[in-house]
């Protein structure tokens, strides 16, 4: 039976959804992520113009160099498949070529459309995967190692790696993500400046789970705000990740203005 708008709304699903990053060895078929990703590939896109790639990585060998790409976190190095979802101009700068057009895409605002593009669209086929009973996680380090994984996946120029989703049917069920409440989020009709009061209610339910209060003491951190910053996403590693991924969208022939280049 057909789901109308209000069902889908109601689902619960949107609320139930959660990161699965263990899988089962059962085979993922190539019609079904084709099928995925022709639905997909109606999100939203750029002037239409579908300005993103992605490579379905299944060999063992070639996991393997990824896994280590991503650091061998456990969520690469199971039993799931990647997906590397990739800013694309290659593709849409060689059309415009081969019709006599002369593309001007080689720039930072070109660079940033195409990777909104690969954004949407993984996100778009990350939702449709869960409704059909696959489960997925986002390797969220994908652009700290960018110019490795290019080289692994051979990115022509043009291409740069911004998400990588591994999917499989899930081995467990997981439970349902934490999120702030939906009023943190929503601003009405200008930014509302969040004062001590709103930052402690915001933030209360998130500091009182067993899970992240556990975080806290394994770490020996003051606050869970201080595992964020001392332990996940110290500074000095962000300082050095967004150099390399600077350095390599250049490379790939996405030139930065002059007034902000590298002295």
Not at 121 to 149: K, W
Request: net charge negative; charged share 25%.
């Amino acid at each position: 039976m057909k789901m109308e708008n209000k069902d889908i709304l109601e689902s619960s699903y949107w609320t139930a959804r959660a990161t699965e990053r263990r899988f089962t060895e059962r085979e993922v078929p190539q019609e079904l992520i084709a099928e995925l990703v022709k639905k997909a590939a109606h999100a939203p896109t750029t002037g239409g113009m579908q300005l993103y790639s992605v490579i379905v990585t299944r060999k063992p060998e070639i996991k393997k160099e990824l896994a280590a790409a991503h650091f061998n976190q456990p969520a690469a190095t199971g039993n799931g498949i990647f997906l590397t979802f990739v800013a694309d101009f290659n593709r849409f700068s060689q059309w415009c070529e081969q019709r006599g057009a002369k593309p001007g895409f080689e720039n930072f605002e070109s660079f940033t459309a195409a990777m909104l593009d690969a954004v949407i669209f993984a996100q778009q086929f990350n939702t449709l995967a869960e409704l059909a009973g696959l489960g997925c996680v986002y390797l969220g380090t994908t652009t700290y190692t960018a110019s490795r994984i290019g080289e692994i996946l051979e990115l022509p120029r043009l291409t740069v790696p911004v998400v990588t989703l591994a999917i499989g049917w899930p081995a467990v069920k997981s439970e349902g993500a934490e999120r702030l409440p939906a009023d943190a989020l929503i601003h009405d009709e200008v930014y509302h400046r969040y004062g001590a009061d709103d930052i402690d209610r915001i933030y209360s339910e998130k500091e009182s789970l067993p899970a992240n209060r556990a975080f806290v003491e394994e770490n020996g951190k003051p606050s869970l705000a201080h595992v964020f910053t001392d332990v996940r996403y110290p500074e000095a590693n962000a300082v050095k990740f967004s150099e390399d991924f600077f350095d390599y969208i250049s490379l790939q022939g996405f030139a930065w203005p002059e007034k902000n280049a590298k002295k």
